[in-house]
């Protein structure tokens, strides 16, 4: 079922509301952990260090993808997306729940939240990405810009969790002086709550609206629905071709980049977020802005350019002039680098990495980064998500989509210790290696596209 007005079926914008609302579970959380980990206990957080908040933040961004592996084996054998789909969100709301009942007092609330958000996104996250190019036949043109859409869902919720969240936790709960209006305590629980609420609305959603919009999309197991087919035509599954292993190559391949783009980028809620809190000059007028709000910049520029690099693709996909699939990820990786040329503006502002807090950089740089890095992941993440639904076998869908998100596990591990070495070698210098490195990945990647474009075998 389509809309005519879009050419899209309806079921895109199902999956894109449930995504939104999944979304806006994980980054209002997200934007609260380091700034929970890092406030004193009587400011209401649970007193971390840096090294070790930031160490504990990449463990957990890190295991939350690198269990969709074994949702998505699991989601293909055994219990199909759509089943996988509610499992997750149910445990994801548990977790959301438990953080919130969750203190320096009740440390295992805190541990049993992060575990069943870890968990719940591994039955979740693979198979609502792999049901968006299940809507679209092999082939069809309209798969990239159909998962900037589904993106665009992904970033909607994104800017308005901080939003949310970091005003129940950092304004309407939080504690503040008579006098001065200063913060005494601020009320994170509170912001783990709606994240919570917000889980629970996406799964009502899709769960009432699911058998409507999506018909039997995903129900089934895709190698049990494969070996049926086998079964009743007499013949045995057939083992892979060559075209499908060179194909799986390329998804490899591209995983092994995609680990250095994230590495660099989710240093937006840890080292940014850090470096924002106390070296950024955050006031307009009178008012401060709340540091977890900026972590709803990059999502708001992505639902305000979304559209742009939709229309974008589209139009150069009808005068045959689009870029590959590898072009573009490389160039976003090129982007992601170039975003940090103004972090290291901002450093080089204050005068390197002075340590005095009084000091601060112009807020401009920050929303620069914020700019460049969001054209960079559109280039980049929906095109890549994407990419495998074209290139892996059906049987495979879920598992190769969880063997995509293992480059965000191993990056947010990377991300998590590159904190550490914020807290030692100082801003400006990692904002510089990270740049350096991946703008030379990123070039690699542009020399050898043709060669794996010819290992797509056809595939855009």
């Known amino acids: 079922m389509s809309d005519s007005s879009t050419g899209h079926p309806k079921g895109l914008y199902l999956l894109f509301g449930t ?23 009587i400011e209401g957080g649970l007193g971390f260090d840096d090294a070790n908040a930031g160490l504990l933040y990449g463990i ?45 007092n009740a440390l295992p609330f805190f541990y049993l939240g992060l575990i069943l958000l870890i968990i719940g996104n591994g039955f979740f996250k693979p198979n609502i990405s792999t049901i968006v190019g299940q809507l679209y036949p092999a082939g ?12 665009m869902g992904i970033n909607l919720g994104a800017f308005l969790a901080p939003l949310v969240c970091g005003y129940l936790a950092e304004d309407y709960f939080a504690v503040k002086d008579a006098t001065t209006g200063s913060i005494l305590s601020y009320g994170y629980n509170y912001g783990f ?15 009432t609206l699911g058998q409507k919009y999506l018909g039997d ?15 009743a035509e007499g013949r045995v599954d057939p083992p892979l071709t060559k075209e499908e292993k060179n194909r799986l190559t390329v998804i490899v391949i591209m995983m092994l980049f995609n680990i250095f783009f994230w590495a660099g980028f989710e240093q937006a809620g840890s080292s940014i977020s850090l470096y924002t809190d106390r070296y950024i000059d955050r006031s307009i ?25 939709t229309i974008l693709w589209t139009v150069l996909a009808k005068k045959k002039k689009e870029p590959n699939t590898i072009i573009k990820m490389g160039l976003g990786m090129i982007l992601l680098g170039v975003g940090f040329f103004f972090m290291i503006g901002a450093a080089l502002q204050r005068g390197g990495d002075v340590a005095d807090t009084a000091v601060k950089a112009n807020l401009m740089w920050l929303v620069g980064t914020y700019l460049i890095h969001t054209m960079g992941e559109l280039c980049l993440s929906p095109v890549g998500l994407s990419m495998v639904t074209k290139l892996a076998p059906i049987r495979l869908g879920s598992l ?27 801003a400006q210098a990692i904002f510089t290696i990270i740049s350096i490195v991946v703008i030379v990945l990123g070039l690699t990647v542009l020399i050898i596209s043709n060669q794996l474009k010819k290992m797509m075998h056809g595939v855009q």
């Open 19 to 41: 995504e939104m609302w999944e979304r806006f579970s994980y980054y209002g959380m997200r934007g609260l952990l380091t700034l929970y980990l890092t406030k004193a206990t």
């Open 60 to 104: 957990y961004t890190g295991l939350v993808y690198l269990t969709p592996i074994f949702g998505g084996y699991l989601a293909d054998n055994f219990i199909g997306q759509r089943k996988s789909i509610t499992i997750g969100g149910i445990l994801m709301a548990l977790g959301q729940f438990s953080l919130f009942m969750s203190s320096a």
């Open 140 to 151: 069809d043109s309209r798969k990239d810009a159909a998962f900037t859409i589904f993106y």
């Open 193 to 207: 709550l709606a994240a919570g609420i917000g889980m629970v609305l996406g799964q009502i959603m899709f769960n």
């Open 217 to 231: 999309l995903g129900i089934e197991p895709g190698a049990k629905v494969l070996k049926a087919q086998a079964l």
């Open 285 to 309: 007028g009178d008012w401060t802005v709340p540091t977890s709000w900026f972590q709803s910049v990059n999502p708001l520029f992505i639902v305000l350019l979304g559209p742009v690099f």
């Open 400 to 426: 190769m989509m969880g063997v995509w998100f293992l480059s965000s596990f191993i990056a947010n591990f990377l991300s998590g210790y590159l904190v550490q070495f914020f807290a030692t070698m100082g």
